[in-house]
């Protein structure tokens, strides 16, 4: 072998382990490690708060929901001489009447949004309104309170 060839070539190496930085570009693994496990951290704060702020948007919805309902019973009552809407005119969303959102058949009782029940007393302006939001609280309105969680007894809503 050629005394001066492989002393070039030893040369070239300690000049190559002397100075990795000039060759080598890009992030070593434990820098990686570093970010994934940052990320990660991250993802397990973040992904809990936006469930609850999800969970809370589900409930306003249904609270939204009913008070609209009792804003469409309340019309209808007044529009008929204090007669409350009967049953089937609630399951039909009072849209017949445009008392709900015209144009929207079963606005009350479409798929997307919770099943909301109307109970009224016979002869009275006494009136309950109940829905379940999909996270399990029970919500209500009546004649005589605005929403609040809780259910309905005999047309009152407890």
């Known amino acids: 072998m050629d005394p001066t060839l492989l002393s070039r ?4 190496l300690n000049r190559r382990r002397n100075d990795p930085e000039s060759n080598e570009k890009g992030f070593t693994l434990i820098e990686l490690l570093v970010v994934v496990i940052i990320i990660g951290i991250l ?60 144009g929207v058949s079963n606005y009350f009782t479409d798929v997307l949004r919770p099943t909301i029940t109307f109970s009224a007393t016979v002869g009275s302006s006494a009136f309950c309104i109940t829905a379940k939001s999909v996270t399990g609280k029970t919500f209500v309105a009546s004649d005589a309170t605005g929403v609040k969680e809780g259910t309905c007894a005999a047309g009152v809503a407890s």
């Open 43 to 102: 993802a397990a704060i973040a992904i809990p708060v936006y469930l609850g702020i999800q969970n809370t948007a589900k409930e306003s919805a249904v609270q939204s929901d009913i008070s609209n309902a009792k804003t469409a019973v309340v019309a209808y009552s007044t529009a008929h001489a204090g007669v409350m809407p009967t049953a089937a005119d609630f399951a039909d969303g009072l849209a017949t009447d445009g008392y709900a959102l015209p």
């Open 9 to 12: 070539s030893l040369a070239a």
